[in-house]
């Protein structure tokens, strides 16, 4: 069941123009063919006379891209990023629709909060936003949000983000209360005692280092309770930012009983491991989870590329310079990836032949709408034009210009990386133009 | 940012360094007997000792070094809560580096503090100990009186024994000894040694005490409480004393006992041995300071001019 009502996006003009000569890659629709593609009045497909003409030799048209989870630090630290930014740096990225989460200050937890941020996406977002709001009240834990109200209004989900419902038994009344929800629940994996102290994945780097550790178990741990719960409850949860070989081992064993499991992965879990953590830079290696090790890391890909990970998400964390200038065991978790979750990607894993583009598209695009159920952006006549037009061959330095980002705390900053978006139309309107 | 060197990590430095740093230590002990302990090497120099951790030792002996050397010492102990902490380190470091000091030696009780200082002064900067991460001037003392007591450090075997987990003197020794040749154990009760050593830092790691009997040196590590947070790591210190305190009863003859301080007597080593005279833990005092004198020295000095024959000189000239 497809909700329409989840995304925000601020009303504009609708776009008419024609891509020229260009792939045509969707994967989810069965398209992959050389040609023109038509957008009249933001809609795919119609007479292309008249409409500004775009040269597309060599450019890769897909579906625009879903991001199921990302920090828009709205309310409460718009410092470091707001609605606005936030989805510009996603149209920046290919994005047409995204998923903020409730970790704001306040969080977002009940009826006003939610109906205050989509008033302000109305005004401000570019693309798509929707809100998850929180499971608890509050995020402490403790009592269940008016979810059915909530669910009314256009939650695009429920979570509580970084602060994981510990109480097995909380957990599980939100389990049985999603059958009147019927929202996803999204979750972040973590038992916070079995983390406590800890700021790097703890192994042979932390050893060396003398880093606190973050064990894989305080992860999968977490998953197999929850996939066990969501078992016995029938019901249906969303694995957020999977880093774990553990963890993969957890999705896979509850896909294959059945269980309702979706999961998804982080470009920076896919790309570095706990070795990059050498530097002690705070802003550009601190993560939670945090960066494991390269065996862990194989061990995503391959669960990306057989879909035991059904998607792809950045977990967009920004955080400004003071926040991140603190000592590595200081600092607070969270790396920016909006702007260049395609590109490293693409670098990394598809021009050196270990992800078919063809997937890297479908598991940014359709897969990851499709674990909240939103929208699947899609290339197909008639459809609301959600693409992105990607120039596969451009080189650039993440950091060299301005991010759309408020925040520059990219894993990936002063890396070259191959392949840029030139164009992004989302909701039917242009949303990105380099 | 940092213009100059620095000393942040005890990897950082070469087999070759580390000799030349010892050398120069046992120069400067030499000047030490002298009755007038001070030579003029680094007049009109100034060295900022910025510790937001407590230490007695290390300030001690950095101050000393300092002042040895002839060197203006400004002496700033910070505190606060970790984030204030954090934030004042960046501001601290910039305040004081408006004064364009030569080194700022810092302490700090996270890991990775040193190096984000480093960030924001073009001064060098030596890492006087970042949490549980390295205390790369402590692994050189360690080398040094090692090396006087042994004669060498190449094939010698030193066994670190107890609380590993929080230990930033064995993980920096480690690291400075196998550059040297030597091999090392890490011998802790199995929740305080890190998972991974073994592969982490290439160290023999055992929870059985009894593996320090092929040990050229035994290293008592002090059991760090203040960083051990709620929940015991050891059910309580007498089942460790029994399990792992180190005592005569335990040695062979022609093993040395050392100790970073300061000691918890009855719990990682006894009394008795605490105060036997072949303990080198007195030694390892005075080895701080004139190692110490060594690294401000060879930060502070031109490295092509860093040779003994010129240092010499210098002092005889002093």
């Known amino acids: 069941m497809t909700r329409d009502d989840v995304l925000v996006q601020r009303p504009g003009p609708l776009a008419s123009l024609v891509i020229r000569n260009a792939r045509l890659l969707d994967p989810a629709a069965g398209i992959d063919r050389t040609g023109d593609i038509v957008v009249r009045e933001g809609r795919i497909g119609g007479d292309a006379t008249g409409l500004e003409e775009i040269d597309g030799t060599g450019l890769i048209v897909v579906p625009g891209f879903v991001d199921p989870h990302v920090h828009l630090r709205t309310p409460g630290r718009e410092d470091t990023e707001d609605i606005g930014s936030g989805s510009r740096a996603a149209a920046a990225g290919g994005y047409v629709a995204i998923a903020a989460m409730p970790n704001t200050s306040p969080p977002v937890d009940d009826a006003q909060d939610l109906v205050r941020v989509r008033e302000l996406a109305a005004r401000d977002a570019v693309i798509g936003v929707g809100f998850i709001c929180a499971i608890t009240k509050g995020q402490q834990g403790s009592e269940l949000t008016e979810g059915a109200e909530l669910a009314a209004l256009g939650a695009a989900a429920l979570s509580d983000d970084g602060h994981p419902v510990s109480n097995a038994a909380v957990f599980r009344r939100a389990l049985q209360y999603q059958h009147l929800t019927h929202l996803p629940l999204t979750l972040h994996e973590e038992d916070m005692d079995l983390s406590a102290g800890g700021a790097m994945h703890e192994g042979a780097v932390s050893a060396r280092l003398g880093v606190g550790g973050i064990p894989a178990v305080s992860e999968s741990i977490a998953v197999a309770r929850d996939v066990a719960l969501a078992s016995y409850e029938d019901a249906r949860i969303h694995i957020c930012h999977v880093s774990a070989r553990e963890t993969v081992e957890e999705v896979r064993l509850g896909k294959a009983r059945g269980v309702h499991v979706t999961a998804e992965v982080s470009p920076h879990h896919l790309l570095l491991i706990d070795e990059d953590c050498e530097t002690l830079d705070a802003a550009t290696r601190k993560m939670n989870p945090p960066l494991r090790s390269r065996t862990d890391r194989d061990a995503l890909v391959a669960a990306l590329i057989d879909g035991t990970i059904d998607c792809i998400a950045t977990d967009h964390a920004p955080h400004g310079p003071s926040e991140k200038e603190l000592p590595f065991e200081e600092a607070p978790f969270g790396v920016t990836g909006l702007e260049t979750a395609f590109a490293s990607l693409y670098t990394h894993l598809v021009l050196p032949g270990t992800l078919p583009l063809e997937i890297l598209v479908e598991r940014m695009s359709a897969d990851a709408a499709r674990v909240l159920d939103l929208p699947v952006p899609t290339l197909a006549e008639d459809a609301i034009a959600n693409l992105a037009v990607i120039d596969p061959t451009a080189t650039w330095i993440v950091g060299a210009g301005d991010f759309q980002s408020k925040s520059r705390n990219s894993a990936f900053l002063g890396t070259e990386l191959t392949s840029q978006v030139q164009l992004t139309i989302a909701g039917g309107q242009i949303a990105w133009r380099r | ?318």
């Open chain 2, 1 to 318: 940012m940092s213009s100059r060197r620095s000393l942040i990590a005890i990897g950082d430095l070469s087999r070759d360094e580390i000799t030349r740093m010892l050398d120069l230590g046992e120069r400067f002990a030499e000047v030490m007997g002298r009755d007038i302990k001070k030579v003029p090497t680094l007049r009109g120099r100034t060295v900022i000792n910025l510790f937001f951790e407590a230490s007695t030792r290390t300030a001690t002996s950095f101050e000393l070094a300092g002042k040895r050397l002839s060197a203006d010492v400004i002496n700033v102990k910070a505190s606060g809560s970790s984030v204030e902490k954090g934030e004042s380190l960046k501001d601290t470091v910039l305040t004081l580096g408006a004064y364009q000091p030569d080194v700022f030696v810092i302490r700090h009780a996270a890991a990775g503090a040193v190096a984000a200082a480093a960030r924001y002064t073009d001064a060098a900067v030596v890492n006087a100990g970042d949490g549980k991460h390295e205390h790369p001037t402590q692994a050189l003392l360690d080398l040094y009186t090692m090396r006087k007591a042994m004669g060498h450090l190449e094939g010698l075997h030193v066994a670190y024994v107890g609380d590993v987990l929080h230990s930033r003197v064995a993980r920096s020794g480690a690291i400075a000894l196998q550059t040297m040749g030597a091999k090392v154990s890490f011998i802790a009760p199995p929740t305080l040694l890190p998972r991974e050593a073994a592969a982490g830092l290439g160290v023999h790691a055992s929870h059985d005490i009894a593996d320090i009997a092929d040990a050229d040196i035994v290293y008592a590590l002090r059991m760090q409480h203040e960083r051990m947070g709620a929940g015991g790591f050891v059910p309580s210190l007498r089942e460790y004393a029994t399990q792992y305190g180190i005592g005569h009863h335990r040695l062979r003859a022609g093993q040395r006992v050392m100790h970073a301080g300061p000691m918890n007597r009855g719990v990682e080593i006894t009394d008795q041995l605490a105060d036997d005279p072949t303990a080198l833990v007195t030694a390892q005092v005075e080895g701080g300071m004139v190692v110490r004198m060594a690294v401000l020295y060879d930060l502070l000095s031109d490295p092509q001019a860093v040779r003994s024959t010129d240092l010499v000189t210098e002092m005889m000239a002093a």
